[in-house]
């Protein structure tokens, strides 16, 4: 069954290789959507594809790179778009 989830992930995540790592991650995984910077110092995603893969980017969400500390994520359902390939935007 393909899923969309939305993450938004608090803490030490910018600066830190988080984008790359998370489309190293979601690659690996064979989702697509995309990994953003917000202005508020948190990271931003979308993950669509298979809903136990999606649940294992977003468990990948919850520690991130060696170098980063993550203090929350929040997770939200998005309506299935049809996206192909994972970006860092």
Same mark, same amino acid.
């Given at each position: 069954?393909?899923?969309?989830?939305?993450?938004?992930?608090?803490?030490? %995540?910018?600066? =830190?290789?988080?984008? +790359?790592?998370?489309?190293? /991650?979601?690659?690996?995984? !064979?989702?697509?959507?995309?990994?953003?910077?917000?202005? +508020?110092?948190?990271?931003?995603?979308?993950? /669509?594809?298979?809903?136990?893969? =999606?649940?294992?980017?977003?468990?990948?969400?919850? +520690? !991130?790179? &060696?170098?980063? &500390? %993550? +203090?929350?994520? *929040?997770?939200?359902? *998005?309506?299935?778009?049809?996206?192909?390939?994972?970006?860092?935007?």
């Amino acid at each position: 069954m393909t899923v969309r989830r939305r993450v938004v992930v608090a803490g030490r %995540v910018q600066g =830190v290789f988080f984008r +790359d790592s998370c489309r190293t /991650e979601a690659e690996r995984l !064979g989702l697509a959507g995309w990994v953003t910077n917000r202005a +508020d110092g948190r990271v931003e995603a979308a993950f /669509e594809g298979g809903e136990a893969a =999606v649940e294992r980017a977003i468990a990948w969400c919850r +520690d !991130g790179p &060696r170098s980063a &500390r %993550v +203090d929350a994520v *929040e997770v939200s359902e *998005e309506a299935i778009t049809g996206a192909s390939g994972f970006e860092v935007r």
